[in-house]
């Protein structure tokens, strides 16, 4: 079970952290993060490749999201700077056993959802 938490309300050019706690161990399991605007269809955000400990981000939040997980306490972090008014969506967090580099941007590939958080940048 994953938990997704830090969403709220920031500005434009604000920061925010969002964290997805996983109630068991994440060691084996690809994270992704995925997100979903009102009226469209969920996209991925960025993602971390446990068998090449890779760290894989859409073009559009590239120099701005960073991505961390700690294995010890089970959670993938995404740090979030210089939002924009179109990052605006529900962050899901996910979890894959066997994800291979071209199928890391597909939600289908993923096996477990968090509950998703709501992340609001007025602009």
């Known amino acids: 079970q994953l938990q997704a938490s830090g969403g709220g309300l920031v500005q434009a050019g604000g920061s925010l952290r969002l964290t997805c706690t996983a109630l068991?161990?994440?060691?084996?399991?690809?994270m992704g993060w995925f997100r979903q605007a009102p009226g469209k269809e969920r996209e991925f955000v960025a993602a971390?490749?446990?068998?090449?400990?890779?760290?894989y981000y859409a073009d559009s939040v590239k120099g701005r999201f960073t991505l961390s997980r700690d294995n010890a306490k089970n959670t993938v972090s995404l740090q979030m700077n210089s939002l924009k008014a179109e990052d605006t969506a529900v962050y899901y967090c996910?979890?894959?056993?066997?994800?291979?580099?071209?199928?890391?941007?597909?939600?289908?590939?993923?096996?477990?959802w968090g509950q998703g958080t709501l992340v609001t940048v007025s602009s």
């Open positions: 068991g161990r994440t060691s084996g399991y690809s």
């Open positions: 971390h490749k446990w068998s090449n400990n890779a760290k």
């Open positions: 996910a979890a894959g056993r066997s994800l291979i580099v071209t199928t890391m941007s597909r939600a289908g590939s993923y096996d477990y």
